[in-house]
T-cell receptor, first 115, second 112 residues
Framework: DAMVIQNPRYQVTQFGKPVTLSCSQT?????MYWYQQKSSQAPKLLFH???????NEADTPDNFQSRRPNTSFCFLDIRSPGLGDAAMYLC??????????????FGPGTRLTVL | DQQVKQNSPSLSVQEGRISILNCDYT??????FLWYKKYPAEGPTFLIS?????DKNEDGRFTVFLNKSAKHLSLHIVPSQPGDSAVYFC???????????FGQGTRLTINP
């Protein structure tokens, strides 16, 4: 089955220690997104890639970076995690950015704990 | 500023009855609305959507209603089944734009 895969499902890191979360897709979609979801809050878009073009949300902290080395993979790098960065991180993909091909398909998420 | 709001964090409904989940939005530029369903330990999955040119869209047991003047949409599930127990997210976007703005979610529990 075509899908969006996130590894690891659970990640524990120390305060200030860089961490990388991974997302891969077999859907061959052009667009890949990263969302942050804190407990009982709405998922919040951090940034997205359309192919190799990176699009950052205005309020995404500089501490968050992303890489997309090829169509299938996208990484979220947190350079110096703080306690406030503990959250569920969701990766999603879509075929295009505009309707009717902008339905987003989500991975299961990576839950990040910062000690 | 929360542009999409789901004011009920949780809802409990008897099996076989109707479940109604509500969502309000503030941005009048939104013209495309979606509902996602999320089970524990899984990512959200697309359920149903509606464009602002419609006021109703139906798919099996699921119907979404849109009231543009009130900036309100609702998801009706009839009849409710135990497998419908999940967190439901409302999301909105401007067609042609890539960004989905999500609500906080409503946890629906269907009781046997």
């Amino acid at each position: 089955d075509a899908m969006v895969i996130q590894n690891p499902r659970y990640q524990v890191t120390q305060f200030g220690k860089p961490v990388t979360l991974s997302c891969s897709q077999t859907l061959n979609h052009n667009v890949m997104y990263w969302y942050q979801q804190k407990s009982s809050q709405a998922p919040k878009l951090l940034f997205h890639y359309y192919d190799k073009d990176f699009n950052n949300e205005a309020d995404t902290p500089d501490n968050f970076q992303s890489r997309r080395p090829n169509t299938s993979f996208c990484f979220l790098d947190i350079r110096s995690p703080g306690l406030g960065d503990a959250a569920m991180y969701l990766c999603a993909t879509s075929r295009e950015t505009s309707w009717p091909y902008n339905e987003q398909f989500f991975g299961p998420g990576t839950r990040l704990t910062v000690l | 500023d929360q542009q999409v709001k789901q004011n009920s964090p949780s809802l409990s409904v008897q099996e076989g009855r109707i479940s109604i989940l509500n969502c309000d939005y503030t941005n009048s530029m939104f013209d495309y609305f979606l509902w996602y369903k999320k089970y524990p330990a899984e990512g959200p999955t697309f359920l149903i959507s509606i464009s602002s040119i419609k006021d109703k869209n139906e798919d099996g047991r699921f119907t979404v209603f849109l009231n543009k003047s009130a900036k309100h949409l609702s998801l009706h599930i009839v009849p409710s089944q135990p497998g419908d127990s999940a967190v439901y997210f409302c999301a909105a976007s401007v067609q042609g734009a890539q960004k989905l703005v999500f609500g906080q979610g409503t946890r629906l529990t269907i009781n046997p």
